[in-house]
């Protein structure tokens, strides 16, 4: 059974604008009081004094005591501080009141409650504007019990019959802001007390009573009514322990109606059916997931839960009941064996499934994202099966699984690992060809990542290392400032194995946060000797660079770097998503040409005023590549030479 939202009060339903509002002992009693019945609604006690004092509408009669809004059905929600006004005017106590007064306040999940005769409820239980009444329990009574308004029940637990909202004459829907009696309908006068209405089959009468128990104005009904649940409902607040029965009562019907059956379900049928569902927690939650999930045939679990799918939506309001399914669910899904995806809500306690994991479960292990884990499908055996069903569940094998999380968790990615380091993230590969760092040997990290990882465990052995060789000296600067402007891979390996090797004085002042290139002092001349002398091995000579790395390199785009190994100037295989190109030659292509970007540093000037000094110096360009002038250096250097040989001293 659901709730449809309850009608806001808006602006001129805001009784806050009554600002006339008497004092107590400037107020003349009603000719004819009224005395309210026991559990009966402030609204109907209202309506009744309208009645017997002959006011046209309610209204008409709280403006005696200054409340001049025109909503009457909004008091008992806004006014609590005109208690004492109202109780002079009815010639009633305070106390009887108050007690129908509904407050609101927000309780420690975050929901909108109101005070419910020593209780709470939640507010959207509670009607406000609709007069629901049953004719025959009406006749009997003469008032409207604060029963019928809650919205949780559409029965009267007195004599069985079904709710009505609508008048049996006219169709139109009943209120209370125009009413002046409670048996006939203010928009045609026509009575209500001969209606007819349904009433509950004699197998639901127990259910029913319990269901009215649960949120009954006497507290000790509602306490006796709620130890009565079996555990945990019994620990719930009496109207969060009726909700939960209405919720799982309302699934299990649903799950065993036909399909296409339409049609309500009355709240009486789902608190039956919900007792006998709580009677058997948990175990009645895993035999429902195995029913519903196999007539749903979808591979969602949420969406193959039927109407308790609704408790896992983002949107859904914190309950008790919410909680308990959502706890529960990740076990019951696995003792009923469902092919079926979990989803953010269901995992509570890690895997469900002994050795395997589904996809959500995996990325939650491992803290990526689907369309990485997704990777691992047909390249790792990591990956165990999809279920036949369209987008069903994916499973992973637990424990590989497992080790994978460990090797994300001890390794960083390159790019992270050059920021640690302090140095350019092209020279990962030299830095690692060389022995300086390590790689995580694992190939499900390398699938899913799609980029090399590198041990934590030689980063830090790495710094140690230079911190062993640390010395103190005067002067100097950081490792950074002297390398400056350097993207040859060659040179920073070079530096760093004399560093090692104890043939550069080095000091290491690491502060928190700072890359190693920060936190070493060195002397500008011993960098700039070893630099000279590098040692180019075997192993840096073998690595290749993707365009994007060789263009940083080279400090241009990579269409042009693409552009230059089409026309033959650097060595390389151009791909169609991916292209490698050798190290040494993209470092032989810097060495022996020169762009714009360099020579606007080097002679200065804007590029077309250099390249007019060139060429009447007698210079050409070498080539002209992606729309490009690309210059010899030899050429430059000989330039450059000249023009200080011209400049006087």
Same mark, same amino acid.
């Given at each position: 059974?659901?709730?449809p939202p309850?009608?806001r ?8 604008e009554c600002?006339?509002?008497l004092?107590?002992?400037?107020i003349?009693?009603?000719v004819v009081g009224?005395e309210?019945?026991p ?8 309506v009744r004094a309208c ?5 046209s509408k309610?209204?008409?009669?709280l403006n005696l005591?200054?409340l001049?809004?025109?909503a009457s ?6 006014q609590?501080?005109?208690?004492p006004?109202?109780?002079?005017l009815l010639g009633?106590?305070?106390?009887e ?5 509904h407050?609101?306040?927000q309780?420690?999940?975050g929901?909108s409650v ?8 939640e507010r ?7 007069r629901r009444f049953a ?6 009574q003469g008032h409207?019990?604060a029963?019928w308004?809650?919205?949780?029940l559409d029965y009267?637990?007195?004599?069985m019959?079904l709710?009505?909202?609508?008048c049996?004459?006219c169709?139109?829907?009943l209120?209370w802001?125009?009413?002046r009696?409670?048996?006939?309908c203010?928009?045609c006068?026509a009575?209500?007390?001969?209606a007819e209405?349904?009433?509950l089959?004699p197998h639901?009468h ?6 009215a128990a649960l949120?009954?104005?006497?507290e000790?009904?509602?306490?006796s009514?709620s ?9 719930w607040?009496p109207?969060?322990a ?5 919720t799982i009562g309302?699934?299990q019907?649903?799950?065993e109606?036909?399909?296409?059956a339409?049609g ?6 789902c608190i039956a ?9 948990p175990?009645s939650l895993?035999r429902?997931?195995?029913v519903?999930?196999?007539?749903s ?7 193959g839960?039927g109407?308790?799918g609704?408790?896992f939506?983002s949107a859904a309001t ?9 706890s529960a669910?990740s076990?019951a899904l696995a003792?009923?064996i469902v092919p ?8 509570v306690?890690g895997?469900c499934?002994t050795g395997?994991?589904s996809?959500?479960e995996a990325?939650k292990?491992l803290?990526?994202c689907g369309?990485?884990?997704r ?12 279920h036949?069903?369209k987008?069903g569940a994916?499973?992973?094998?637990e424990?590989a699984?497992s080790r994978?999380a460990d090797v994300?968790?001890?390794?960083v990615?390159s790019?992270?690992?050059a ?5 350019p ?5 030299a ?7 390590q ?9 899913v990542?799609d980029s ?13 290392r230079?911190?062993?060789r640390?010395?103190?000296f005067d002067g100097?600067?950081?490792l950074r400032e002297a ?8 040179d ?6 004399k560093m090692?090797c104890?043939?550069?004085q080095l000091?290491?002042a690491d502060?928190? %946060?700072?890359?190693?290139? +920060?936190?070493?002092?060195?002397? @500008?001349s011993?960098?700039a *000797?070893h =630099?000279?002398? /590098? ?6 000579n ?9 263009a940083e390199?080279?400090?241009?785009t990579?269409?042009f770097i693409s552009?230059?190994?089409?026309a033959?100037f650097?060595?390389g295989a151009l791909?169609?998503?991916?292209s490698?190109?050798p190290?040494t ?5 810097q060495?022996?040409?020169v762009?714009?970007?360099e020579?606007?540093?080097r002679?200065?000037?804007q590029?077309?005023?250099? %390249?007019v000094?060139l060429r +009447?110096?007698?210079?050409e360009? @070498?080539?002209i590549i992606n *729309?490009? =002038?690309?210059w /010899?250096?030899?050429?430059i250097e000989?330039?450059?030479?000249k ?6 001293n």
């Open positions: 059974m659901v709730c309850y009608p009060l808006g602006a001129r339903h805001n009784m806050a600002v006339n509002l004092a107590a002992s400037d003349r009693p009603l009224t309210p019945f559990g009966e609604c402030l609204s109907s006690l209202l009645d017997a004092n002959r006011f309610p209204m008409h009669l005591i200054g001049k809004a025109q059905e909004a008091v008992p929600f806004t609590g501080a005109a208690v006004a109202i109780a002079k009633t106590s305070t106390t009141i108050e007690r129908r007064m407050s609101a306040e309780d420690d999940l929901r109101v005070h419910w005769f020593g209780s709470h409820v959207r239980h509670i009607e406000a504007t609709a004719p025959k329990s009406l006749e009997e409207v019990p029963l308004t809650v919205r949780l009267c637990p007195t004599t019959e709710l009505l909202s609508e049996p004459q169709s139109r829907p209120g802001r125009a009413c009696s409670l048996s006939k203010e928009k006068g009575s209500l007390l001969g209405s349904q009433v089959p639901l127990e259910a029913a009573r319990l269901g949120v009954s104005p006497v000790a009904v509602r306490q009514a130890s009565s649940l079996p555990d945990p409902f019994n620990t607040a109207a969060d009726l909700l939960g029965l209405l309302e699934a019907i649903s799950l109606s036909s399909p296409g339409g309500a379900i009355g709240s009486a049928a059916a919900g007792l006998e569902f709580a009677n058997d927690w175990d895993t429902f997931v195995k519903s999930t196999s007539k045939k979808t591979p969602s679990a949420r969406r839960l109407t308790l609704r408790l939506e914190k309950t008790p009941i919410q909680g308990l399914v959502r669910i076990v003792d009923a079926a995806k979990l989803f953010p809500g269901a995992i306690d895997a499934r395997m994991l996809a959500l990325t292990r803290g990526i369309k990485r884990l990777r691992l499908e047909g390249r790792s055996e990591t990956f165990l099966a999809r036949n069903v987008g994916a499973l992973y094998d424990a699984i994978l994300l968790e001890l390794s990615r790019n992270d690992c920021r640690q380091l302090g140095i993230r092209f020279c990962i590969e830095f690692i060809s060389a022995g300086l760092i790689v995580a040997t694992n190939a499900d990290a390398a699938i990542t090399t990882l590198i041990t934590k465990a030689s980063i830090s052995a790495l710094r140690e230079l911190q062993e640390s010395a103190p100097g600067e950081t390398m400056q402007r350097n993207g040859n891979p060659y920073w390996i070079a530096v760093f194995e090692l104890g043939q550069m000091r290491f502060c928190p %946060g700072s890359s190693v290139a +920060d936190g070493l002092i060195v002397q @500008a011993d960098v *000797r =630099r000279s002398r /590098r040692l180019v091995g075997k192993e840096i073998g690595i290749d660079v993707p365009c994007q790395i060789a390199i080279v400090g241009t990579p269409q552009a230059a190994v089409r033959g650097i060595n791909g169609v998503q991916c490698t190109l190290l030659g993209v470092l032989k292509f060495s022996c040409f762009l714009p970007g020579l606007r540093d002679i200065g000037g590029s077309l005023g250099i %390249g000094k +009447d110096a007698g210079y360009p @070498a080539a *729309r490009v =002038r690309v /010899r250096r030899s050429d000989r330039y450059l030479k023009r200080s040989r011209r400049q006087p």
